[in-house]
């Protein structure tokens, strides 16, 4: 009987060893690494799947068209003006047909003209300056209206350009910029070129009033010779 109670305390003593869990630290270090490695690889898929798509969110904002788009108050004050240059009359800026009309206007003064041809050249020459005036005046008065607007088309495009959200838009922004100050230069060359054709047409025919003056003068003094007559001054 003692020897069956051992035996019994025996195996019962090794049945309970066998279900204990035994503790490896070294396992556990090693599957605790792995797992952290595994983490960090999933944190640096995450933050390279953010990076790409913030990179298309910035794509998408650089390829945004600007909403402001003032080219066409632009292409409008530059028809105002060119339209206004074309009004010119008497003597218009065009270079083919300046040389002939200058040669008919101011520099046919010779003596196959008659008295009468050279008043009315006179006149007409008189009538291209005061024209050639009042065109200068309407380009300046175009020109001032302009400022107004370009100031407004100026504000609302510098705006746009600091409110942009991306390239695009700041390069849109920018050329339209570059669009109103082309147009500014327009305004000023076309007051500039009206205003010295205008003196230009004055001075020519202040040269040829005295280029006719002389020929007048010229011709009084070989002319016939004065003859006294009678002159009744009241009737009987």
């Not at 270079?95 to 041809?117: A, R, T, W």
């Not at 050639?132 to 609302?156: M, P, R």
Request: proline letters at 1%; charged letters at 15%; aromatic letters at 6%.
């Amino acid at each position: 009987m003692a020897a069956g109670a051992i035996a019994v305390a025996v195996a019962l003593s090794s049945s309970s060893a066998s279900a204990l869990i035994v503790f490896d630290p070294r396992n556990y270090a090693e599957n605790l690494l792995s797992a952290s490695r595994a983490l960090e690889q999933i944190n640096n898929q995450i933050t390279s799947l953010h990076n790409e798509a913030q990179m298309l969110i910035n794509q998408a904002k650089n390829l945004t068209s600007l909403p402001t788009s003032l080219l066409g108050q632009i292409e409008g004050n530059f028809s105002q003006m060119k339209s206004l240059l074309g009004e010119a009359n008497k003597l218009a800026y065009s270079v083919q047909d300046i040389e002939s009309q200058f040669n008919s206007i101011y520099q046919q003064l010779g003596s196959d003209l008659s008295s009468q041809q050279l008043v009315d050249g006179a006149r007409q020459r008189w009538q291209t300056s005061v024209s050639a005036f009042e065109h200068s005046l309407k380009a300046g008065a175009v020109a001032v209206d302009n400022i107004e607007g370009t100031q407004q088309q100026t504000s609302s495009l510098v705006g746009a350009s600091q409110s942009a959200v991306g390239v695009l838009q700041a390069t849109q922004a920018g050329n339209q910029l570059l669009a109103v100050q082309a147009k500014q230069f327009a305004d000023l060359t076309a007051m500039l070129a009206a205003q010295g054709r205008a003196e230009a047409l004055d001075q020519a025919s202040k040269a040829a009033a005295q280029e006719q003056a002389r020929e007048q003068f010229s011709r009084f003094m070989t002319g016939s010779s004065y003859s006294p007559s009678a002159v009744k001054m009241f009737h009987d």
